[in-house]
């Protein structure tokens, strides 16, 4: 159940909207289910329809009068809550509909149970899945009623109801969700041909910037030289920078100026407070000259975030998130054309999942930080794999990001993060085949391809057959080709990326693998002395009587035919 509370100046104005058949096509058969006494009058079952409905005005605005002969009456008097049931739910009764009002008006304050001066209240029924309940804020005592929080105190009731009742329960969130457009904001967006509101797209733009600076002026620097931006930065008398506003240069009032939105409206974590506390968590120092891509080092440090998810604290956790969500921020800027909308619609969806009410610890995942900031001031790379890559752990990512958020009941956050996973797995899946093919178009020998069948069957024996015949199976042999022309062992390969990725949730093993080969393999190779002791480790362990590769030597399994050429 849904509860939406507003207030107003006419009690006369709300009950003739309840009551109203015309203009209302779904207002059918409006009438009481109750009220603060339950002898008010009831206009939809009476004869006479005008005087019941000026009869109980009269008696709603009973106290509301009283109190304004003493100057006391609040100007906005007039509460108003609407409360629909789920179009899953069984339809409820009026006398479920009026216990449900009385729990309402109970839990907000407006009519405590057995308090003789509550406020006087109705509840009208005018469509079979949902009541309206109007109250004067008035009381006997002439005091104006205590209901603050009165949409989270009915929040609360409702989410009980709904299970007393088995009805539908409604994910419901912990208040750290950005402020959604207004309706005319909506309709204003509507006007002028834009999908989304000015709200919405400055939000867009003030995360990628956020995702792409090192530095608060850097944040603000950025921002100024985004296109159709307007910025106003705020200062201390010091002359420090204390916040910024932003606008749209084609978004104004009917005055033809601006609209102006702080940090804070647009998102929670958007204020300048909380950019600082981000940016200066990042490694300021300046950075080593990098032997890998920084793409491989997002990839990395994006692979060990479900690790970091159940081994870590909560603060530290939820840093991990908030890095993550600004790697997917940045994406949009790194892509072929053809998956921005995708990725932007996944940041946009995991921007939910990446606040809760536990404060981030932003002095953990500096690595990744550090990647994407490297990566935004890269050439934008014209070969789909490094994307690929990334998107195939990121997707991974988004997947311990559901459960740790599932964990702490955090429901809101949980349906953002399923969301994102449908738009990643669909940029994945449109990036993924051309780099993959490009790569099973260097399909090595026959004699080549046998011998790494034989370690597959050796390194991951459980998923041998799975991956020996996927389609895919050709790019993984070539990159372990590569790896081998390059001077790494190949089966350790296999053995490092089986163990550093759990297979068992991807839908696709062999892809896995080939990026993860890949990238692995993009590292300088072991000497020779290396090599000689990484075997010795991962082929004896005590109390073994046969080490492991030996024994797995012995009687190799056959390779899979379906592969012999």
Not at 159 to 171: K, N, S
Not at 253 to 272: C, I, K, M, R
């Amino acid at each position: 159940m849904i509860a939406k509370i507003s207030s107003g100046k006419s009690t006369a104005g709300l009950i003739r909207y309840l009551y109203d058949t015309k203009k209302a096509k779904d207002h059918t058969d409006p009438h009481l289910v109750a009220s603060w006494d339950s002898f008010a009058p009831d206009p939809g079952r009476t004869d006479d329809f005008d005087a019941a409905k000026k009869q109980l005005v009269a008696d709603l605005d009973l106290h509301v009068k009283q109190a304004r002969r003493l100057g006391r009456a609040p100007e906005q008097h007039v509460w108003h809550c609407s409360i629909r049931a789920a179009e899953t739910d069984r339809l409820l009764s009026d006398d479920d509909w009026a216990d449900i009002a009385r729990r309402i008006v109970t839990a907000t304050g407006i009519a405590p149970t057995d308090d003789p001066d509550a406020c006087r209240w109705v509840a009208v029924r005018h469509a079979p899945d949902h009541i309206h309940i109007a109250a004067t804020k008035v009381r006997a005592d002439l005091r104006t009623a205590r209901h603050w929080n009165d949409y989270l105190t009915a929040d609360r009731e409702l989410a009980t109801i709904e299970r007393e009742y088995g009805l539908h329960q409604v994910v419901r969130g912990d208040r750290t969700a950005a402020k959604r457009p207004t309706r005319a904001e909506q309709e204003k967006a509507t006007r002028s041909g834009q999908t989304r509101t000015a709200r919405e797209r400055l939000r867009t733009m003030v995360r990628t910037a956020t995702a792409a600076a090192t530095s608060t002026e850097e944040f603000l620097h950025l921002l100024q030289h985004t296109d159709s931006v307007l910025v106003d930065i705020k200062h201390f008398p010091s002359g420090d920078v204390r916040g910024y506003t932003v606008a749209l240069a084609d978004d104004t009032n009917q005055n033809g100026e601006p609209v102006w939105y702080s940090g804070s409206t647009l998102a929670p974590d958007l204020s300048l407070p909380q950019i600082r506390r981000r940016l200066d968590a990042t490694d300021q120092q300046q950075p080593e000259p990098r032997r890998t891509s920084p793409w491989h080092q997002a990839t990395a440090a994006t692979e060990r975030i479900p690790h970091h998810l159940e081994h870590q604290d909560d603060p530290a956790a939820q840093a991990h998130l908030a890095a993550f969500g600004e790697a997917l921020d940045a994406l949009p800027l790194l892509a072929p054309q053809g998956v921005r909308f995708p990725l932007r619609r996944a940041a946009e969806e995991f921007e939910r999942a990446t606040r809760s009410r536990i404060q981030a610890d932003h002095q953990h995942a500096r690595a990744l930080r550090g990647a994407v900031r490297a990566m935004v001031r890269e050439p934008v790379p014209r070969n789909g794999a490094l994307l690929a890559m990334f998107l195939d752990t990121a997707i991974l990512a988004v997947i311990a990001a559901a459960r740790w958020h599932q964990r702490r009941h955090h429901d809101q956050q949980v349906a953002a993060a399923h969301r994102t996973l449908l738009h990643l797995q669909t940029a994945y899946d449109q990036t993924a085949p051309q780099p993959l093919a490009a790569l099973a178009q260097r399909r090595p020998p026959q004699h080549v391809v046998e011998r790494h069948i034989l370690l597959i069957h050796q390194a991951i024996p459980e998923y041998a057959e799975q991956i020996l015949e996927d389609p895919a199976f050709d790019a993984l042999a070539a990159v372990l080709a590569d790896a081998k022309t390059s001077g790494h062992d190949p089966k350790q390969l296999l053995q490092q990326a089986a163990d550093q990725r759990a297979l068992h949730d991807a839908r696709h093993p062999v892809r896995v693998l080939t990026w993860r080969v890949q990238r692995l393999s993009a590292r300088p190779a072991p000497s020779a002395r290396a090599r000689a002791a990484q075997a010795r480790s991962t082929t004896y362990r005590p109390g073994e009587s046969v080490p492991t590769a030996t024994a797995a030597a012995v009687s190799p399994p056959q390779p899979s035919r379906s592969r012999r050429r």
